[in-house]
């Protein structure tokens, strides 16, 4: 139990679906990210919030869109994705964020996604 | 463009052996290093933080060593138990205006009874 939870666990959804994916962190922690793993592929940083601001968009489509309501919670809000899109969406947490922090993330344990 | 790459990308080793594997990164701008462990269906789980050239950090019978100079660090594991099979990942991160993160692809490790 690392602290970080998500919602759901696994998900399959249709090319015009829309959903979202929460993640809740229970650590007092200020920094929250989301990750994608594809088959094969390293852990990808999608974005990152730092105090409820996003400070990292790595070249992210705009079919995905974060929002973070405040510090403990972060959602991922999916509408048209492709079935590309399909991999492991992980969500992490740490202390602080930014240059000069060394602060170890905790993870969620994921959800898993297909896109249909 | 910034690798981190990790070797092997699968190990099998038999229970109560020893092993290590590798992390491989960009020697410039060094600023810290993170080894996690993940089991599957489960969260990967911190392992260590490394920052010193030099530094080596110990868990039990999990150590790491971190040479920042050449850009490697080790993750050895003592007498190898079921427990141990898991994905072990670690991440780099560089002095930057960007901040980022970047992972390996992991090193997959089973161990045979």
């Known amino acids: 139990e690392t602290g970080v939870t998500q919602t759901p666990r696994h998900l399959v959804m249709g090319m015009t679906n829309k959903k979202s994916l929460k993640c809740e962190q229970h650590?007092?922690?200020?920094?929250m990210y989301w990750y994608k793993q594809s088959a094969k592929k390293p852990l990808e940083l999608m974005f990152v919030y730092s105090l409820e601001e996003r400070v990292e968009n790595n070249s992210v489509p705009s079919r995905f869109s974060p929002e973070c309501p405040n510090s403990s919670h972060l959602f991922l809000h999916l509408h048209t994705l492709q079935p590309e899109d399909s991999a492991l969406y992980l969500c992490?947490?740490?202390?602080?964020w930014g240059r000069g922090s060394t602060d170890t993330q905790y993870f969620g344990p994921g959800t898993r996604l297909t896109v249909l | 463009i910034l690798n981190v790459e990790q070797s092997p990308q699968s190990l099998h080793v038999q229970e109560g052996d020893s092993t290590n594997f590798t992390c491989s990164f960009p020697s410039s701008n060094f600023y810290a290093l993170h080894w996690y462990r993940w089991e599957t269906a489960k969260s990967p789980e911190a392992l260590f933080v490394m920052t010193l050239n030099g530094d080596e950090k110990k868990k039990g019978r999990i150590s790491a060593t971190l040479n920042t100079k050449e850009g490697y660090s080790y993750l050895y594991i003592k007498g190898s138990q079921p427990e141990d099979s898991a994905t072990y990942l670690c991440d780099f991160s560089y002095m930057n205006r960007d901040d980022k993160i970047i992972f390996g692809k992991g090193t997959r490790l089973h161990i045979l009874p």
């Open positions: 992490a947490s740490s202390q602080d």
């Open positions: 650590l007092g922690h200020n920094a």
